[in-house]
């Protein structure tokens, strides 16, 4: 790693393609900031892998890996119904689902070797494609998973109100809908043409349910960068449970324009965006780094929407510290809200007290908000130590565990579909 003019720059030596690097902050003291925070580690219940080759090859998890699951991705499906120019999968029509039994069967050996039930996200492909989703779902219930959200273009769930009903009936929880902008243009850049009626469908359909739902915003340099504070104020303004904005990769299929730019979105662009398009209403230090993780991965803020509509961050009448603890004790934000509200000790922000009965009135008919930024890897910015570290584990079919990122550079079959080789027209 080095600090130049653009930022943290990565550079890496391979025997095959020789040097090469990569920008992995825009903001080098942003940089320094989230390498040095400090960390809530748990360990994995588990490790399934005894070391041999050494970490990345003994996946599946190796004794060198830090910490547990707090979210398993389970793919049920290679389809999708959506031929999006950006697809970190590369997924296309061709495909395959896989059988009930086989993800039941995943998903119990898991949580045995967790030692219980974790977070899961349905993923594909478009998971809504599977004939038997929604079993999956209930026998999931039934075995104690009871946070489960399905990531989903919202294509089926726009215009079949039945499947969304049925889904929160078997115990779905809620919906991680993929929304990248309001803007025409930048929607066919990343998925191939406008699909702004369908996403305002979906999200109808599933509140109406009962589902909650949180934005997944890919972000693209050049393209929709620009546009994070309006996502973050339609879903606020839609009440929706959250936003979480992830960088566009160089993994599955992108168009061949993107692989020649330099620009990355890095957690210190994020940062110092949601502070510039906010018009500074909301901080950078109201982003705090995701504790349990490497603190580069990921960034939260926790806020409440009031009466009138506005976000207001609660690090600001909580202790970093009391907050970080809290984050890496709950992974349900429900949960979360539950432990701060049932009696917070003052703390001290500004050198002005603020109290639990102050922070009380605050959540008193509030509205639960998170704003979230997820900096994912590819074989360009691929960093072995946060690998090591962790959280996000995808489920594979024969029931280990990986860290997502690298299962996607390393591990995932490749797909059928041509990769795109110049944006859309």
């Given at each position: 790693m080095r600090a130049t003019r653009d930022g943290v720059v990565m550079k890496k030596r391979c025997p095959r393609h020789g040097e090469f690097e990569c920008i992995v902050s825009?903001?080098?003291?942003?940089?320094?900031?989230?390498?040095?925070?400090?960390?809530?580690?748990?360990?994995?219940?588990?490790?399934?892998?005894?070391?041999?080759?050494g970490c990345p090859e003994d996946c599946g998890l190796c004794p060198e890996h830090e910490h547990r699951a707090c979210l398993v991705i389970v793919e049920v499906t290679s389809r999708c119904n959506l031929p999006c120019p950006v697809c970190l999968a590369?997924?296309?029509?061709?495909?395959?689902?896989?059988?009930?039994?086989?993800v039941i069967a995943a998903l119990k050996g898991m949580f045995l070797a967790e030692g219980g039930a974790t977070p899961l996200q349905y993923a594909g492909g478009e998971p809504t494609l599977h004939r038997e989703l929604v079993q999956i779902v209930e026998q999931a219930s039934e075995l104690g998973f009871r946070k489960q959200e399905v990531d989903?273009?919202?294509?089926?769930?726009?215009?079949?109100?039945s499947l969304a009903r049925d889904l929160r009936r078997a115990g779905l929880t809620g919906v991680y809908l993929q929304m990248d902008t309001l803007d025409p243009h930048a929607s066919t850049y990343i998925r191939g043409r406008d699909l702004l009626p369908q996403k305002l469908r979906a999200i109808e359909n599933c509140m109406s349910a009962g589902l909650q739902v949180v934005l997944s915003v890919t972000v693209v340099p050049g393209v929709n960068d620009h546009r994070v504070w309006e996502m973050i104020r339609f879903a606020a303004a839609e009440r929706l449970t959250g936003v979480n904005f992830q960088s566009a990769v160089l993994s599955g299929r992108y168009p061949a324009a993107l692989a020649r730019r330099k620009a990355r979105f890095t957690a210190g662009h994020f940062m110092r965006q949601v502070a510039l398009q906010s018009g500074g209403r909301l901080k950078e230090s109201d982003l705090m780094p995701v504790s349990c993780a490497d603190p580069r991965c990921g960034l939260i803020a926790y806020c409440l929407?009031?009466?009138?509509?506005?976000?207001?961050?609660?690090?600001?009448?909580?202790?970093?510290?009391?907050?970080?603890?809290?984050?890496?004790?709950?992974?349900?934000?429900?949960?979360?809200?539950?432990?701060i509200g049932n009696g917070v000790s003052c703390c001290s922000c500004g050198g002005e007290e603020r109290t639990t009965e102050t922070l009380g009135r605050l959540l008193d008919g509030a509205e639960c908000f998170s704003i979230g930024f997820h900096g994912m890897m590819d074989a360009w910015s691929f960093d072995q130590e946060r690998a090591r570290r962790c959280g996000?584990?995808?489920?594979?079919?024969?029931?280990k565990l990986m860290p997502f990122c690298l299962y996607n550079?390393?591990?995932?079959?490749?797909?059928?579909?041509?990769?795109?080789?110049?944006?859309?027209?």
């Open positions: 825009s903001d080098v003291a942003a940089y320094e900031f989230l390498r040095r925070a400090p960390r809530v580690v748990r360990p994995p219940a588990r490790i399934a892998l005894p070391r041999d080759k590369g997924s296309s029509a061709e495909g395959a689902d896989l059988p009930a039994a086989q989903s273009n919202g294509l089926l769930l726009a215009t079949r109100p929407i009031d009466h009138e509509g506005e976000i207001v961050p609660i690090n600001e009448h909580l202790g970093a510290e009391r907050l970080r603890q809290g984050m890496a004790e709950f992974s349900e934000w429900d949960a979360l809200l539950r432990q996000v584990h995808k489920l594979t079919t024969d029931g550079m390393k591990y995932r079959p490749q797909p059928t579909a041509n990769p795109v080789t110049g944006p859309p027209a």
